[in-house]
């Protein structure tokens, strides 16, 4: 994630103007999931890996937490979460998650929204959450399906007309950078398959407790033009695990 687009003026413009940044977790497409999957934040520490505009954060210390730490690389993404959801109980550090690392036993909970794929190592990552989680502890994430990321160009293959015929996976196997286009500008996302999310997470002794690829809501199924689409491919990957 040292790639940092976020703090390009027109980029973050763009970003900041998505539902999921501006009206928060509920307009996120995946919240609905993620949501059931979180742990219990009742007198938990909490370390959130690319917090963003800090929603997570936000809502961890609403449930119950008594010290919550997000980090992320954007100085632009920070102060706009200092601004929005600031708190007593909330540390917002400018941080590569690359570089992030905390002493045994620093945190309960360990959260992640949508970073991973910009990462080139999983495994590292899990290392270190590893090693700052108490035994019990929750590591639950989100990221970029591998069926999504797996092409590169992440766009629909259409006809003549512009109907979307299907969405292409190709060199599913051949993890690594790939070039796609997002916000109007060039991003560089790490495909990973499903199995090195699943062996990573148990090579580094956690337990996975659940693995979801979430559907759209049924309210935005109905409302928001195209969403049925999305039913067509999964965009997202949820994987809940503990440390054993």
């Known amino acids: ?8 003026e027109s980029f973050f ?6 539902p999921r940044s501006v009206i928060g977790l509920k307009g ?9 999957m979180l742990p219990d934040f009742q007198d938990k520490r909490v370390l959130d890996l690319g917090c ?15 010290r919550v730490v997000g980090i992320d690389l954007s100085e ?15 540390e917002y550090t400018c941080m590569a998650i690359e570089d992030f690392s905390y002493k045994p036993n ?25 090693q700052c989680l108490t035994v019990g502890g929750s590591f639950v994430f989100s990221v970029e399906h591998p069926i999504f990321t797996a092409q590169g160009n992440q766009d629909w293959h259409l006809d003549k007309q512009g109907k979307r015929l299907h969405w292409p996976v190709d060199n599913y196997f051949s993890q690594g950078s790939r070039a ?4 109007g500008e060039r991003v560089i996302k790490y495909h990973k398959t499903l199995t090195t999310y699943i062996n990573d997470l148990i090579r580094n002794g956690f337990e996975i407790t ?35």
């Open 180 to 183: 796609t286009s997002f916000l």
């Open 28 to 36: 996120a497409g995946e919240w609905h999931e993620l949501q059931k």
């Open 13 to 18: 413009k763009q970003y900041g103007q998505m």
């Open 210 to 244: 659940a693995i979801v690829e979430p559907e759209p809501e049924k309210m935005m199924l109905e409302k928001v033009s195209g969403m049925q689409d999305e039913l067509r491919r999964p965009m997202f990957l949820i994987i809940s695990a503990v440390k054993k």
């Open 1 to 8: 994630m040292k790639e940092n687009k976020y703090d390009n």
């Open 76 to 90: 632009k993404m920070l102060n706009k979460a200092k601004e929005i959801n600031a708190s007593p109980l909330i």
């Open 106 to 130: 620093s945190f309960d909970e360990v959260i992640s929204s949508l970073a991973f794929h910009y990462l080139e190592s999983f495994d590292k990552v899990c290392s270190k959450v590893h």
């Open 52 to 66: 963003g505009f800090g929603w997570h954060c936000r809502y961890a210390v609403e449930q119950g937490a008594i």
